[in-house]
């Protein structure tokens, strides 16, 4: 069974850019959240989707946005990129609530 | 906000020692999670608990969900080099669809 699969895995851009990046959950699973990884902030919540829908959000400016498609696949954005963007962003899929399984996660470093 | 408070922040410690770490809050959860994450990876489950009062091993890892809800521990006996790493607990919501990560535990094994 394929694990949690994100895209890509290493990308640099530019202050004020803007950068999507992508998640494919293990087979089956519906729900996908999405965590900001950095050295001082340990693992924060981004937001959760299930079944296309957002169930749940953290305390991110709006400049961070996501989504779920169909097939249970999901994509985040970030707009107006600041330098403090930069951290390993993890995405986790899970069949409902419980065991969370993550992908490898996405480097961004913003310059 | 929820949070769970983990400790310690961080061990060195001799191969062959054994290493215990915990997670407490002021929340109850309605499972605990246990992850391992190496440099540069995502976060690997180790042990998932469901029950207050749950012990659950792993290989030479042993978990417990505390019998308030309100705690976990996770303890490593005889450990070995390759145990580096973060380790990471995690506490699902009562009721809620929102999981909780502790700051983490960064393990150093000196062979």
């Known amino acids: 069974k394929a694990g949690v699969t994100q895209t890509p895995r290493y990308l640099i851009k530019t202050r004020g850019q803007q950068v999507t990046l992508s998640c494919s959950p293990i087979?089956?699973?519906?729900?996908v959240s999405w965590y900001q990884q950095t050295p001082g902030q340990g693992l924060q919540f981004l937001f959760e989707?299930?079944?296309?829908?957002?169930?749940n959000k953290g305390n991110f400016p709006g400049r961070f946005s996501g989504r779920q498609f169909s097939n249970s696949r999901s994509e985040m954005n970030v707009s107006t990129l600041e330098l403090g963007d930069s951290a390993l962003y993890l995405c986790?899929?899970?069949?409902?609530?419980?065991?969370?399984?993550f992908g490898q996660g996405t480097r961004l470093t913003v310059v | 906000g929820q949070q769970l408070n983990q400790s310690p922040q961080s061990m060195f410690i001799q191969e062959g020692e054994d290493v215990s770490m915990n997670c407490t809050s002021s929340?109850?959860?309605?499972?605990w999670l246990w992850y391992k994450q190496e440099p540069g990876e995502g976060p690997v489950l180790l042990i998932a608990?469901?029950?207050?009062?749950e012990l659950t091993s792993n290989g030479r890892l042993t978990a417990q969900f505390g019998i308030t809800r309100k705690d976990s521990f996770l303890n490593i006996s005889a450990s070995i080099p390759s145990d580096v790493g973060i380790y990471f607990c995690?506490?699902?919501?009562?009721?809620?669809?929102?999981?909780?990560f502790g700051a983490g535990t960064r393990l150093f094994v000196k062979a």
């Open positions: 986790a899929s899970s069949m409902s609530t419980d065991e969370a399984f």
């Open positions: 087979s089956g699973h519906r729900s």
């Open positions: 989707y299930f079944s296309e829908t957002q169930r």
């Open positions: 929340s109850i959860f309605n499972t």
């Open positions: 608990l469901y029950k207050a009062g």
């Open positions: 995690a506490g699902v919501m009562t009721g809620g669809f929102k999981t909780i």
